[in-house]
């Protein structure tokens, strides 16, 4: 089991930039790094949306609309996976959750319904 708390979200102008931070506390005999982790955002009233996937051997996957922007990496040792986000627009505007699922998840890579292990999120929010 997987307890995940983000941090880092927050207001900022069209161009900024922001760090997400997600923390995990692994109960059982699994680590940290044996899990895929990965970040969804979600607006009000539609499902979540796939940002960034780092899986247990390090391979990254990204949605289309923010690569090159978005960068993720985790550090196993501080239990954390992060979400750098750079030229920031107001189509970023969401609330970003950190999910977790034990080795690969069973669906596409940035495909919510994968990822047992969710927080509870933190609010992005872009003006333009």
């Known amino acids: 089991q997987v307890r995940l708390v983000e941090s880092g979200g927050g207001s900022v102008e069209a161009g900024g930039s922001l760090r997400l931070s997600c923390t995990g506390s692994v109960y059982g005999p699994t680590t940290f790094s044996t899990y895929t982790m990965g970040w969804f955002r979600q607006v009000t009233g539609k499902e979540y949306e796939g940002v960034a996937i780092?899986?247990?051997?390090?391979?990254?996957y990204y949605a289309d609309s923010v690569k090159g922007r978005f960068t993720i990496s985790r550090d196993n040792a501080r239990n954390t996976v992060y979400l750098q986000m750079n030229s920031l627009n107001s189509a970023d505007t969401a609330t970003y959750s950190c999910?977790?699922?034990?080795?690969?998840?069973?669906?596409?890579?940035?495909?919510?319904?994968?990822?047992?292990?969710w927080g509870r999120g933190t609010l992005v929010t872009v003006s333009s």
């Open positions: 780092i899986d247990d051997s390090g391979n990254i």
């Open positions: 999910a977790a699922q034990y080795g690969r998840p069973g669906y596409g890579p940035l495909d919510y319904r994968g990822m047992g292990y």
